[in-house]
């Protein structure tokens, strides 16, 4: 029977776990064992000419180093590395297999952070990675966290600090996000930026203690980017109705294209209007971002106004304000337009952001916030897909003209 193939370890003798358990381990050992002794012979077979004048070689074994103990997700593992010797003086043997003072495994180095960061508190950690790891995980202790907030600080000053002179960022996505603060009575707002680059990968440009959004905030936040090297400006900014980015924007990267971002707009407008018309006034809206030209996303807003004019002046005015800066979208590659309407890649990101805050009841200053997404964010950053249609970058970047998402050629320019 298949079920009977099944097996809970619950069910299974204490005993027959524990054997199963030492025998994994042993294969384990063994196996790492092997692996490293083979490192060392292949490096000595390399040097084997190097001799001394007596015709002896320069670089030889001498016995082993002192035994370690390495924690692995299977429990500790004892490790004895050969000892190098060379006489000579002028080579050193590392080992890429069990590099110095490694006491873990990088998997297990990983775990660590990884529980922290998505939600399990301090006090929680070490009964999680026992659960894990078992329960003779040595110095996994939550004093672990307090050296890894340290370690991350000094991180996360140096990539605030790395030379962006090669960058070249063609769209970029702006937003303030709110954090709550236990030992601050007001909330900070953190100043994120993302950027795409010339492959379509995305990456995160900066993250910065700002105050409200306001255009002093971001023009420091825009001006550090530049002393930091990125000198050339991006091709479009995204961002939502936050005015402080966008008199900041004209000022430090004037020729940069603003586009408003469609959800936040969506949000604003359907605000201003009772419930029992949202799902009517939503459709419209939907039709002004999702036509197949700017000039049917236009007469669509038009409708939208002639529609609610009357009754729900306000929300009209909320969309005709922005009208210049909610279409610029219709001026680059179609491809990209799911990309480039909304600031999606940081409220995506930022959902999990919150989770984590929320789980902790928010974090005990303003810099624990900053040093906290900035590893969140890190983290999803691995998991980022790649715009769609990125090989047309290359035409935006060289200043290729696009009509609702058509790239404008002779003919159709005579059109």
């Known amino acids: 029977m298949k079920n009977d193939l099944i097996y809970d370890k619950k069910h299974l003798p204490e005993s027959f776990n524990d054997v199963l358990g030492e025998t ?71 080992s ?23 939600g399990i508190s301090t006090g929680n950690l070490q009964e999680s990675l026992e659960a894990i790891l078992g329960e003779n995980a040595k110095g996994l202790s939550p004093a672990n966290i307090v050296r890894l907030k340290q370690a991350w600080e000094q991180e996360f000053n140096q990539w605030n600090q ?33 950027g795409a680059l010339k492959d379509g990968s995305k990456e995160v440009i900066g993250i910065y203690d700002g105050h409200r959004e306001s255009k002093l905030s971001w023009s420091e936040a825009l001006h550090d980017l530049k002393r930091n090297g990125l000198s050339t400006p991006p091709s479009l900014a995204i961002g939502d109705g936050a005015l402080g980015f966008w008199s900041a924007l004209r000022e430090v990267f004037p020729s940069t294209k603003a586009q408003r971002c469609w959800v936040h707009k969506t949000a604003n407008v359907l605000d201003k209007m009772p419930k029992s018309v949202h799902a009517n006034a939503k459709n419209i809206i939907y039709d002004m971002y999702r036509s197949p030209t700017k000039k049917k996303g236009v007469r669509a807003l038009e409708s939208f106004i002639e529609l609610y004019g009357d009754k729900y002046p306000k929300a009209c005015q909320c969309l005709q304000k922005d009208e210049s800066v909610l279409f610029a979208f219709y001026d680059f590659p179609a491809i990209h337009w799911q990309h480039i309407r909304t600031t999606n890649p940081i409220e995506s990101t930022f959902a999990t952001v919150r989770h984590r805050t929320r789980q902790t009841k928010g974090c005990g200053s303003r810099k624990a916030t900053l040093i906290m997404v900035f590893k969140l964010v890190q983290s999803a950053e691995k998991r980022w897909k790649k715009l769609r249609g990125y090989q047309l970058i290359e035409k935006v970047i060289a200043g290729v003209k696009f009509k609702d998402g058509e790239e404008l050629t002779l003919q159709n320019k005579a059109i």
């Not at 590099?99 to 495994?105: A, G, I, V």
């Not at 030379?163 to 063609?170: C, G, M, Q």
């Open 24 to 94: 994994l381990k042993e294969g384990a050992r063994r196996l790492l064992q092997h692996a490293i002794e083979n490192e060392v012979e292949e490096y000595l077979t390399r040097l084997k000419e190097l001799k001394e004048d007596s015709g002896r070689r320069s670089i030889i074994r001498n016995g082993y180093l002192p035994e370690r103990s390495i924690q692995t997700g299977i429990g500790q593992i004892s490790i004895k590395q050969p000892r190098v010797r060379d006489k000579t003086n002028e080579f050193t043997f590392t």
């Open 96 to 118: 890429a297999i069990l590099p110095p003072y490694l006491r873990r495994t990088p998997s297990i180095e990983a775990v660590i952070p990884a529980l922290y960061l998505k």
């Open 162 to 194: 790395r030379d962006l002179s090669k960058k070249h960022y063609v769209y970029v996505w702006a937003d303030g996000i709110y954090f709550n603060v236990r030992l601050q009575e007001d909330r900070p707002c953190l100043l994120v930026m993302i």
